[in-house]
């Protein structure tokens, strides 16, 4: 079946614009992820939804980050006024249940 | 807060020999551990989870990882690898009662012919 799914693959954006991060999950997921990988780094925990509603956001940086998920299946992650320290892969991942996570294959971020 | 430690940057094996990658973890309460393996240019892969039960987990691919609790540890095991087995390697850890992962720094994992 069809996998964690994140558009675009790579965004350059200049610094101080606004982008907005796809994922779509896989199909009946409840549980959706934000993660950030920076270079030669683990992925870091940024956001989690359960169901339309973020049940923890306590990763984000700053509010300059923000994530929605209206329906409860499609996530976006928007980054305002970007700065080049926000340069990374954003992953997202869906779950079924309370235990393994499906990555997708990431946004590359760079700002210039 | 919970925290992993991958101390091997990388980790070079021949083809056949035992592959062994090593993760130590901290965390408050009861752990849940897991490994990841990421090519270049894809997404992190789900390659086993230790949940509860028998400390020897088996995995995809022909890997197995081993829960130690006294030595908080979960190091990633393959009897004999392949040059395809070449990627990197994550170990994480979620508390039981979070749902957020903690990742290790990764453990570049070379195979060679």
């Known amino acids: 079946g069809a996998g964690v799914s994140q558009t675009p693959s790579n965004k350059v954006t200049e610094k101080g614009k606004y982008v907005e991060l796809r994922c779509d999950p896989i199909?009946?997921?409840?549980?959706l992820y934000w993660y950030r990988q920076s270079l030669g780094q683990g992925p870091e925990f940024l956001i989690y939804f359960q169901g339309t509603g973020a049940a923890d956001d306590s990763g984000l940086p700053n509010d300059r980050f923000f994530a929605v998920r209206p329906e409860g299946s499609v996530s976006t992650l928007k980054i305002q006024r970007t700065e080049r320290g926000d340069s990374a892969v954003y992953l997202c991942?869906?779950?079924?249940?309370?235990?393994?996570?499906?990555f997708g294959p990431g946004t590359r971020l760079t700002v210039t | 807060a919970q925290s992993v430690a991958q101390p091997e940057d990388q980790v070079n094996v021949a083809e056949g020999n035992p592959l062994t990658v090593k993760c130590t973890y901290s965390?408050?309460?009861?752990?849940?551990l897991f490994w990841y393996v990421q090519y270049p240019n894809r997404g992190l892969q789900f390659l086993l989870k230790y949940i509860t039960g028998d400390n020897l987990v088996k995995g995809s691919y022909g890997f197995e990882a081993e829960f130690n609790k006294s030595q908080t540890s979960f190091h990633l095991k393959k009897p004999s690898a392949l040059v395809s087995d070449s990627a990197l390697y994550f170990c994480?850890?979620?508390?039981?009662?979070?749902?957020?992962?903690?990742f290790g720094a990764g453990t570049t994992v070379t195979v060679r012919a």
């Open positions: 991942a869906s779950s079924p249940d309370s235990y393994e996570q499906y």
């Open positions: 965390v408050s309460g009861n752990p849940y």
């Open positions: 994480a850890v979620r508390d039981m009662n979070d749902y957020k992962l903690s």
């Open positions: 199909s009946g997921h409840t549980a």
